[in-house]
């Protein structure tokens, strides 16, 4: 069983819908985690939330909303998303920000935008 | 400038081999170093942490040189369940993030 679980696993959908992933992690951890992998990309941090507040946004797009409720939930709303935005999205979450403790993955969501 | 780089492999070893990986870093303040495993279509999990003076875990040995600025994974009497693609990441240093490079893909053949 995994401490950090994302849903859903796979997800279609058209470049005019709304969706939304969930990550929830089980650990006690105070920072969370999105992170982008596309084929031959190292992975791409998109945000970081520590303690629910969001410390990091990385550059990324609007039509990618986080949201981030309580320390154990985190949400990444997709709108208007382009057939380039097609990847797995994982979500991560670590006990300290700074990256001195080791981040531990959801399953992930693989995403295509057709 | 790429911060944390692999050769991305692959890495196609017989069966009982010894196979090493190096990653090297850009940031000479990183502080930590974790190598994880990631198998096809499924996310990354932790194998080790990188401590200054190393670290073994059966058949797995991870290093750590500062002064050159690589980590390095040993991995004896390969298997073909090794076989998956292992990804080194970096951190600290007053970064939010770890910092991970695009991985090494192993294949080993029984």
């Known amino acids: 069983e995994t401490g950090v679980t994302q849903t859903p696993r796979h997800l279609v959908m058209g470049m005019t819908n709304k969706k939304s992933l969930k990550c929830e992690q089980h650990?006690?951890?105070?920072?969370m985690y999105w992170y982008k992998q596309s084929a031959k990309k190292p992975l791409e941090l998109m945000f970081v939330y520590s303690l629910e507040e969001r410390v990091e946004n990385n550059s990324v797009p609007s039509r990618f909303s986080p949201e981030c409720p309580n320390s154990s939930h985190l949400f990444l709303h997709l709108h208007t998303l382009q057939p380039e935005d097609s990847a797995l999205y994982l979500c991560?979450?670590?006990?300290?920000?700074?990256?001195?403790?080791?981040?531990?993955f959801g399953q992930g969501t693989r995403l295509t935008v057709v | 400038r790429k911060e944390v780089e692999q050769d991305p492999g692959p890495f196609n070893v017989p069966e009982g081999a010894t196979v090493a990986f190096n990653c090297t870093y850009s940031?000479?303040?990183?502080?930590?170093f974790f190598w994880y495993r990631q198998d096809c279509r499924k996310e990354p999990k932790l194998l080790m942490s990188v401590y200054s003076s190393g670290n073994e875990d059966g058949r797995f040995t991870a290093q750590l040189n500062k002064a050159s600025q690589y980590v390095s994974l040993l991995i004896r009497d390969s298997q073909p369940s090794d076989s998956a693609t292992y990804l080194c990441?970096?951190?600290?240093?007053?970064?939010?993030?770890?910092?991970f490079g695009k991985g090494t893909k192993l294949s080993v053949i029984p």
């Open positions: 991560a979450s670590s006990q300290d920000l700074g990256g001195n403790s080791e981040a531990f």
């Open positions: 650990l006690g951890h105070n920072a």
């Open positions: 990441a970096s951190g600290g240093a007053g970064s939010y993030q770890l910092t």
């Open positions: 940031n000479s303040a990183s502080q930590s």
